[in-house]
């Protein structure tokens, strides 16, 4: 069998295989994201009988000639194999443990009170955007970047990174032996918490809202607003990534940012926009 520079064949485990191999809870359900290598081309970074992880979309030109539920893929799409029972990534991918119920719950003066969190699922106040790193890749992309797209991976394991509300979707949900993880694309991580210090990841910037003026909710005797709000297009920048401080801005300087930028986040127990370096045109004095 020879197979082409970049592909490598691989047989897809079937969901009752790895229900049972690898431990996954009974009212577990989804697809096989699993498969074993079974052939490989002279450079490749794989071994036959390797377990990896792979996403479904991949797994499109079948290899009937090889065996059933063999498919030919490409490598540049696998991101991550399992060692004696441990995630190990090198492309791309970062997994986290998270508590996903974090945020189900709120505490009234000792009484537990469980939300519906159904009614606003994607709300910041009620996922959880943060988890500790168990693998973190050899080597990422930045899909915004023309050229040479490859950015330096500053994650260790251990760390405590930052991302998106979308962290715990079940899409991204992995379970191996028994053990619930989260896998994200590096260049989704926005910043990382080591030995109790935040840093910025990735050219992400953490900006605190600015209130409005309060002058503004009236006009003449009427109130035309009753509550704060925040400003959409402006804000302070409380942490700063290296790529905003080579322009000459930091901590605590007011920057105008591009319209619907302000993504929020909270960090620890601080609302806060993630903008990219990009995406702020201008300092404002």
């Not at 302070?236 to 901590?251: D, E, F, R, Y």
């Not at 105008?256 to 993504?263: A, S």
């Amino acid at each position: 069998m020879k197979i082409n520079s970049g592909y490598i064949v691989v047989k897809e485990i079937s969901f009752d295989s790895i229900r049972t191999n690898f431990c996954l809870p009974k009212n577990h359900t989804g697809e096989s994201r699993i498969a074993i290598v079974v052939g490989t081309n002279k450079k490749s970074v794989f071994k036959q009988k390797e377990t990896i992880i792979h996403d479904k979309c991949i797994m499109y030109f079948k290899a009937e000639d090889i065996g059933t539920d063999c498919y030919y893929i490409n490598e540049e799409d696998v991101n991550a194999k399992i060692v004696n029972g441990d995630i190990v990534s090198f492309r791309e991918s970062v997994y986290v443990e998270v508590d996903k119920e974090a945020n189900y719950t709120i505490d009234a003066n000792g009484l537990k009170l469980e939300k519906d969190v159904e009614y606003e699922e994607f709300a910041i106040y009620n996922r959880t955007q943060h988890g500790k790193v168990i693998s973190a890749p050899l080597i990422a992309t930045n899909s915004y970047l023309k050229g040479d797209r490859s950015i330096p991976i500053e994650l260790e394991l251990g760390d405590i990174v930052y991302s998106h509300h979308f962290l715990t979707h079940k899409d991204n949900e992995r379970i191996i032996n028994s053990k619930r993880v989260f896998e994200i694309r590096y260049e989704d991580c926005y910043c990382r918490e080591r030995n109790g210090v935040l840093e910025m990841l990735n050219e992400w910037n953490l900006i605190e809202p600015i209130d409005e003026d309060e002058s503004k909710f009236k006009l003449g005797n009427f109130q035309l607003k009753d509550k704060l709000e925040k400003e959409t297009d402006l804000g302070l920048v409380s942490i700063a990534s290296n790529k905003l401080k080579s322009l000459g801005v930091s901590q605590g300087n007011k920057v105008l940012f591009k319209h619907k930028r302000n993504y929020p986040i909270m960090v620890k127990k601080r609302l806060y926009y993630r903008v990219n370096t990009r995406d702020i045109v201008a300092t404002k004095n």
